[in-house]
Protein backbone atom coordinates (compact mmCIF):
# COMPACT_ATOMS: atom_id res chain seq x y z
CA UNK A 1 0.00 0.00 0.00
CA UNK A 2 1.08 3.26 -1.01
CA UNK A 3 1.72 6.08 1.83
CA UNK A 4 1.84 9.67 0.46
CA UNK A 5 4.28 11.83 2.10
CA UNK A 6 3.08 13.36 5.56
CA UNK A 7 3.49 17.26 5.71
CA UNK A 8 6.12 19.15 8.02
CA UNK A 9 3.35 19.52 10.67
CA UNK A 10 2.15 16.05 10.80
CA UNK A 11 5.89 15.31 10.99
CA UNK A 12 6.53 17.43 14.33
CA UNK A 13 3.15 16.35 15.74
CA UNK A 14 4.15 12.82 15.03
CA UNK A 15 7.39 13.62 16.84
CA UNK A 16 5.18 14.65 19.95
CA UNK A 17 3.25 11.48 19.88
CA UNK A 18 6.11 9.05 20.09
CA UNK A 19 7.45 11.41 22.89
CA UNK A 20 4.45 11.29 25.06
CA UNK A 21 4.44 7.56 24.25
CA UNK A 22 8.02 7.25 25.26
CA UNK A 23 6.72 9.50 28.72
CA UNK A 24 3.57 6.78 29.63
CA UNK A 25 6.08 3.35 28.61
CA UNK A 26 8.57 5.22 31.28
CA UNK A 27 6.41 6.45 33.56
CA UNK A 28 3.55 4.00 33.75
CA UNK A 29 0.51 6.21 34.98
CA UNK A 30 -2.54 4.91 36.63
CA UNK A 31 -5.55 5.65 34.91
CA UNK A 32 -8.58 5.01 36.91
CA UNK A 33 -11.42 4.43 34.41
CA UNK A 34 -15.48 4.42 35.33
CA UNK A 35 -16.36 2.82 31.63
CA UNK A 36 -19.09 0.51 30.67
CA UNK A 37 -19.43 -2.76 30.57
CA UNK A 38 -18.92 -3.72 27.03
CA UNK A 39 -15.64 -1.75 27.21
CA UNK A 40 -13.70 -2.82 30.48
CA UNK A 41 -11.71 -5.29 29.18
CA UNK A 42 -10.50 -3.65 25.63
CA UNK A 43 -10.31 -0.57 27.82
CA UNK A 44 -7.49 -2.12 30.38
CA UNK A 45 -5.94 -3.81 27.98
CA UNK A 46 -5.30 -0.79 25.67
CA UNK A 47 -3.96 0.62 28.30
CA UNK A 48 -1.64 -1.82 29.18
CA UNK A 49 -0.31 -2.02 25.52
CA UNK A 50 0.79 1.12 25.44
CA UNK A 51 2.21 1.02 29.18
CA UNK A 52 0.16 2.60 31.29
CA UNK A 53 -2.02 0.90 34.25
CA UNK A 54 -5.46 0.62 34.51
CA UNK A 55 -7.83 0.62 37.55
CA UNK A 56 -11.63 0.18 37.25
CA UNK A 57 -13.49 0.04 40.61
CA UNK A 58 -17.13 1.74 40.53
CA UNK A 59 -17.60 1.00 43.88
CA UNK A 60 -19.09 4.40 45.41
CA UNK A 61 -17.27 3.62 48.80
CA UNK A 62 -13.60 3.29 47.70
CA UNK A 63 -13.59 5.01 44.34
CA UNK A 64 -12.37 8.27 45.80
CA UNK A 65 -9.10 6.71 47.00
CA UNK A 66 -8.43 5.17 43.34
CA UNK A 67 -8.80 8.27 41.60
CA UNK A 68 -7.04 10.34 44.72
CA UNK A 69 -4.50 8.21 43.52
CA UNK A 70 -4.23 7.71 40.02
CA UNK A 71 -2.73 9.85 37.34
CA UNK A 72 -5.72 10.34 34.87
CA UNK A 73 -9.33 10.01 35.28
CA UNK A 74 -12.05 8.79 32.42
CA UNK A 75 -15.34 8.48 32.75
CA UNK A 76 -17.81 6.78 30.21
CA UNK A 77 -21.64 6.97 30.24
CA UNK A 78 -21.74 3.71 28.39
CA UNK A 79 -23.92 1.62 31.37
CA UNK A 80 -25.39 4.77 32.90
CA UNK A 81 -26.34 2.32 36.35
CA UNK A 82 -27.01 3.84 39.95
CA UNK A 83 -23.73 2.51 41.20
CA UNK A 84 -22.25 4.72 38.47
CA UNK A 85 -23.69 7.22 38.69
CA UNK A 86 -22.91 7.53 42.22
CA UNK A 87 -18.91 7.28 42.05
CA UNK A 88 -18.90 9.14 38.98
CA UNK A 89 -19.86 12.31 41.11
CA UNK A 90 -17.21 11.21 43.97
CA UNK A 91 -14.37 10.53 41.43
CA UNK A 92 -14.22 13.90 39.52
CA UNK A 93 -14.42 15.88 43.18
CA UNK A 94 -11.87 13.78 43.92
CA UNK A 95 -9.57 14.32 40.67
CA UNK A 96 -11.10 18.00 41.20
CA UNK A 97 -9.16 18.29 44.67
CA UNK A 98 -6.56 15.88 43.67
CA UNK A 99 -5.63 18.32 40.25
CA UNK A 100 -5.49 15.41 37.80
CA UNK A 101 -6.95 15.44 34.48
CA UNK A 102 -10.09 13.79 33.32
CA UNK A 103 -11.93 12.95 30.03
CA UNK A 104 -15.41 12.51 29.69
CA UNK A 105 -17.07 10.10 26.94
CA UNK A 106 -20.49 11.08 26.97
CA UNK A 107 -21.62 7.45 25.43
CA UNK A 108 -24.98 7.94 23.64
CA UNK A 109 -26.14 11.02 25.33
CA UNK A 110 -28.32 11.40 22.08
CA UNK A 111 -30.48 8.24 23.13
CA UNK A 112 -32.30 9.90 26.67
CA UNK A 113 -32.96 13.07 27.67
CA UNK A 114 -32.01 12.09 31.41
CA UNK A 115 -28.64 10.76 29.94
CA UNK A 116 -28.05 14.35 27.89
CA UNK A 117 -28.59 16.40 30.79
CA UNK A 118 -26.40 14.59 33.01
CA UNK A 119 -23.35 14.64 30.12
CA UNK A 120 -24.10 18.75 30.22
CA UNK A 121 -23.73 18.80 33.56
CA UNK A 122 -20.44 17.37 33.21
CA UNK A 123 -19.36 19.01 30.80
CA UNK A 124 -19.46 22.14 32.73
CA UNK A 125 -17.58 20.60 35.54
CA UNK A 126 -13.97 21.23 33.31
CA UNK A 127 -13.13 17.76 32.08
CA UNK A 128 -9.50 18.44 30.15
CA UNK A 129 -11.52 16.77 27.24
CA UNK A 130 -14.43 15.15 26.09
CA UNK A 131 -14.74 12.70 23.52
CA UNK A 132 -17.73 12.03 21.28
CA UNK A 133 -19.21 11.00 17.86
CA UNK A 134 -21.27 13.00 15.64
CA UNK A 135 -24.63 12.18 16.92
CA UNK A 136 -23.43 12.57 20.80
CA UNK A 137 -21.46 16.33 20.05
CA UNK A 138 -24.65 17.52 17.97
CA UNK A 139 -27.19 16.60 21.04
CA UNK A 140 -24.91 18.18 23.89
CA UNK A 141 -24.85 21.83 21.37
CA UNK A 142 -28.06 21.23 20.56
CA UNK A 143 -28.94 21.27 24.72
CA UNK A 144 -27.01 24.25 25.13
CA UNK A 145 -28.74 26.34 22.17
CA UNK A 146 -26.25 25.93 19.39
CA UNK A 147 -27.21 27.51 16.18
CA UNK A 148 -24.10 25.98 14.69
CA UNK A 149 -24.82 23.98 10.98
CA UNK A 150 -22.38 20.81 10.88
CA UNK A 151 -20.92 18.65 13.73
CA UNK A 152 -17.52 20.72 12.65
CA UNK A 153 -19.76 23.57 14.31
CA UNK A 154 -20.95 22.07 17.01
CA UNK A 155 -17.73 20.89 18.76
CA UNK A 156 -16.13 24.02 18.08
CA UNK A 157 -19.17 25.49 20.46
CA UNK A 158 -18.88 22.53 23.10
CA UNK A 159 -15.09 23.45 22.93
CA UNK A 160 -15.83 27.04 23.29
CA UNK A 161 -18.59 27.11 26.09
CA UNK A 162 -16.75 23.85 28.46
CA UNK A 163 -13.43 25.43 28.11
CA UNK A 164 -12.51 21.78 27.04
CA UNK A 165 -10.78 20.27 24.10
CA UNK A 166 -13.47 18.06 21.78
CA UNK A 167 -12.49 14.86 20.02
CA UNK A 168 -14.96 14.42 17.44
CA UNK A 169 -14.13 10.71 15.99
CA UNK A 170 -15.42 9.51 12.92
CA UNK A 171 -14.49 8.57 9.09
CA UNK A 172 -12.03 11.49 10.11
CA UNK A 173 -11.58 12.65 13.39
CA UNK A 174 -11.46 16.57 14.57
CA UNK A 175 -9.11 17.70 18.27
CA UNK A 176 -10.30 21.23 18.93
CA UNK A 177 -10.17 23.88 21.50
CA UNK A 178 -11.23 27.52 21.96
CA UNK A 179 -8.54 28.17 19.27
CA UNK A 180 -7.01 25.54 17.54
CA UNK A 181 -8.17 22.56 15.18
CA UNK A 182 -6.80 19.59 13.36
CA UNK A 183 -8.15 16.96 11.34
CA UNK A 184 -6.33 13.66 11.38
CA UNK A 185 -7.16 10.52 8.66
CA UNK A 186 -5.51 7.55 10.13
CA UNK A 187 -7.20 4.58 11.09
CA UNK A 188 -9.26 1.58 9.44
CA UNK A 189 -12.48 0.94 8.33
CA UNK A 190 -12.81 -2.63 10.98
CA UNK A 191 -12.31 -0.11 13.53
CA UNK A 192 -16.16 0.62 13.36
CA UNK A 193 -16.89 -3.21 13.50
CA UNK A 194 -15.75 -3.94 17.10
CA UNK A 195 -17.23 -2.38 20.19
CA UNK A 196 -15.47 -0.08 22.56
CA UNK A 197 -13.08 1.50 20.36
CA UNK A 198 -14.24 5.06 21.06
CA UNK A 199 -14.29 4.23 24.70
CA UNK A 200 -10.67 2.21 24.58
CA UNK A 201 -9.98 5.82 22.61
CA UNK A 202 -10.90 7.18 25.78
CA UNK A 203 -9.02 5.66 27.94
CA UNK A 204 -5.42 6.75 25.79
CA UNK A 205 -6.45 10.33 25.71
CA UNK A 206 -6.60 10.09 29.63
CA UNK A 207 -3.32 8.32 29.82
CA UNK A 208 -1.40 11.18 27.38
CA UNK A 209 -3.31 13.66 29.34
CA UNK A 210 -1.42 12.34 32.41
CA UNK A 211 2.47 12.98 30.79
CA UNK A 212 1.20 15.97 28.53
CA UNK A 213 -0.16 18.88 30.55
CA UNK A 214 -1.59 20.58 27.18
CA UNK A 215 -5.21 18.96 26.69
CA UNK A 216 -5.17 19.64 23.05
CA UNK A 217 -1.70 18.04 22.36
CA UNK A 218 -2.72 15.56 24.78
CA UNK A 219 -6.00 14.49 22.91
CA UNK A 220 -4.02 14.88 19.35
CA UNK A 221 -1.52 12.67 20.26
CA UNK A 222 -3.73 9.90 21.43
CA UNK A 223 -5.85 10.12 18.55
CA UNK A 224 -2.75 10.10 16.07
CA UNK A 225 -1.39 6.91 17.97
CA UNK A 226 -4.69 5.18 18.03
CA UNK A 227 -5.36 5.85 14.21
CA UNK A 228 -1.55 4.99 13.45
CA UNK A 229 -2.21 1.87 15.28
CA UNK A 230 -5.93 0.71 13.78
CA UNK A 231 -4.12 1.03 10.36
CA UNK A 232 -1.54 -1.36 11.33
CA UNK A 233 -3.77 -3.78 12.43
CA UNK A 234 -6.04 -3.44 9.39
CA UNK A 235 -3.04 -4.43 7.27
CA UNK A 236 -2.81 -7.87 9.30
CA UNK A 237 -6.42 -8.53 10.78
CA UNK A 238 -8.59 -11.00 8.40
CA UNK A 239 -11.98 -9.86 10.23
CA UNK A 240 -13.16 -7.89 13.68
CA UNK A 241 -12.42 -10.69 16.15
CA UNK A 242 -8.54 -10.81 14.63
CA UNK A 243 -8.67 -6.81 14.44
CA UNK A 244 -9.33 -6.51 18.21
CA UNK A 245 -6.10 -8.75 18.70
CA UNK A 246 -3.90 -7.08 15.82
CA UNK A 247 -4.77 -3.65 17.67
CA UNK A 248 -3.57 -4.48 20.83
CA UNK A 249 -0.48 -6.02 19.39
CA UNK A 250 0.21 -2.48 17.32
CA UNK A 251 -0.22 -0.53 20.07
CA UNK A 252 2.22 -2.08 22.16
CA UNK A 253 4.46 -2.32 19.22
CA UNK A 254 4.04 1.57 18.07
CA UNK A 255 6.96 3.42 17.61
CA UNK A 256 7.89 6.78 16.19
CA UNK A 257 8.82 5.64 12.84
CA UNK A 258 5.30 4.28 12.41
CA UNK A 259 3.44 7.06 13.90
CA UNK A 260 5.54 9.54 11.38
CA UNK A 261 4.80 7.26 8.38
CA UNK A 262 1.24 6.50 8.70
CA UNK A 263 0.26 9.54 10.48
CA UNK A 264 -1.78 12.40 8.91
CA UNK A 265 -2.85 15.51 10.67
CA UNK A 266 -4.17 18.74 8.82
Known sequence: MSVVAASAASRAHARAAAESLAAIRDRAPRIHCITNAAASVLTANSLLAVGAVPSLTIAPEEVGDFVSGADALLINLGTLDETRRAAIAIAIEA????????????????????????????????????RANE???????EKAGGEETGAAGAAAKIARDSRACVVLTGPEDRVCDATRAAVLSSGHPLMGKVTA????????TAAFCAVERDPFLAALEAVLCFGVAGAMA?????????????????????????????????
Open 135 to 141: AEIMALA
Open 197 to 204: MGCALGAL
Open 95 to 130: ATKAGIPWVLDPVFADRSPQRLDLAARLCALRPEVI
Open 234 to 266: GDKARGPGSFQAELLDALYALDAAAIEKRGRVK
